[in-house]
């Protein structure tokens, strides 16, 4: 295993530049399309960060983030962020939430549907699939998806390890 401890640094800084960086471009984009009423794009941007978020934090953990094995067979992750965050949950349970959760400020308002991460990011993939920027799908944007969205990021980049 010396091999890999040595090897570390230069994946860490392989996923930063590749994932890692342009995950968190992506993330900053879509919030601005949120504050913006730019739906379709804070869809896209949202979905597309989470995949480079999962990804990343699947290669630093040593598994693919390009294919994962289904029934003995390799099958390509392509830009399915919904099967990416089901393999990133074993890799660190403790910190990635099961549900969502209402922030304190706004307890008691009535316009927040209560819902497991799993499912927002099933809604994330929905609307934010490459046929959606074409609106074949359409999309139902809720005022509280930019803070899940901001849960399910910080949960994720912290399910990466930060040194061996």
């Given at each position: 295993?010396?091999?890999?401890?040595?090897?570390?640094?230069?994946?860490?800084?392989?996923?930063?530049?590749?994932?890692?960086?342009?995950?968190?471009?992506?993330?900053?984009?879509?919030?601005?399309?949120?504050?913006?009423?730019?739906?379709?794009?804070?869809?896209?941007?949202?979905?597309?960060?989470?995949?480079?978020?999962t990804k990343?934090?699947?290669?630093?953990?040593?598994?693919?983030?390009?294919?994962?094995?289904?029934?003995?067979?390799?099958?390509?992750?392509?830009?399915?962020?919904?099967?990416?965050?089901?393999?990133?949950?074993?890799?660190?349970?403790?910190?990635?939430?099961?549900?969502?959760?209402?922030?304190?400020?706004?307890?008691?308002?009535?316009?927040?549907?209560?819902q497991t991460?799993?499912?927002?990011?099933?809604?994330?993939?929905?609307?934010?699939?490459?046929?959606?920027?074409?609106?074949?799908?359409?999309?139902?944007?809720?005022?509280?998806?930019?803070?899940?969205?901001?849960?399910?990021?910080?949960?994720?980049?912290?399910?990466?390890?930060?040194?061996?």
């Amino acid at each position: 295993m010396q091999v890999l401890d040595d090897l570390f640094p230069s994946k860490h800084s392989i996923a930063n530049e590749l994932y890692i960086k342009t995950a968190d471009e992506n993330y900053i984009v879509a919030r601005g399309c949120s504050f913006y009423s730019l739906e379709t794009d804070f869809f896209w941007l949202a979905a597309h960060c989470l995949e480079k978020y999962t990804k990343a934090a699947l290669l630093l953990n040593e598994q693919s983030g390009k294919e994962y094995v289904k029934n003995g067979k390799k099958t390509p992750y392509r830009h399915d962020i919904d099967k990416l965050y089901e393999n990133i949950w074993p890799l660190a349970p403790e910190l990635l939430q099961e549900r969502l959760m209402c922030p304190r400020e706004l307890h008691g308002d009535a316009y927040w549907v209560e819902q497991t991460t799993a499912d927002f990011i099933h809604r994330l993939r929905k609307y934010g699939q490459p046929d959606n920027r074409y609106q074949f799908v359409g999309y139902v944007k809720k005022g509280q998806d930019l803070l899940k969205l901001d849960q399910v990021v910080f949960a994720i980049r912290r399910a990466r390890p930060h040194h061996r």
